[in-house]
């Protein structure tokens, strides 16, 4: 295979991108935050991967709130992820903002995946989800 010709588990490459904020009563800290962006990426990944992905290729994620902000990615595994960013205080809402990029999945299998794994961490979490309009003061 020369460098022009792409490699067979790189072909039939689905894309998702979506925004939402999150809230809830209770405040979250930033390990609390973090924790979430950890888990999302292995949610979001393991419902790729049930659903037959060859290969995760990009899922990020951004969770940005009035105290800091935190960027998670995960590349190739679910249990590869990395967390990183400026922490900040408590917060009760934050947006979020998720890109996927799958190998093997339609555009619509990585959609419901995305969906599946921000619906599962925000359970978890006993997040509450809203649509990404304006900010709220």
């Known amino acids: 295979m020369n460098d022009l010709q792409m490699h067979p588990l790189h072909e039939g490459t689905g894309v998702y991108a979506m925004a939402c904020f999150l809230s809830r009563e209770q405040q979250m800290d930033s ?3 973090r924790k979430f962006a950890e888990w999302l990426m292995y949610s979001i990944a393991a419902a790729s991967i049930r659903r037959g992905a060859k290969v ?3 899922i990020k994620a951004y969770i940005e709130h009035e105290h800091g902000f ?3 990615n995960t590349v190739g595994e679910p249990d590869d992820v990395t967390v990183d960013g400026r922490d900040g205080g408590p917060v009760r809402r934050f947006k979020l903002v998720v890109n996927s990029i799958i190998f093997g999945l339609s555009e619509e299998t990585v959609k419901n995946a995305a969906e599946e794994g921000v619906t599962e961490a925000s359970t978890r979490f006993g997040l509450k989800r809203e649509s990404a309009g304006p900010e709220k003061t």
Do not use: C, P, V
């Open 31 to 33: 390990a609390e935050i």
């Open 56 to 58: 995760i290729g990009h």
């Open 70 to 72: 935190l960027h998670a």
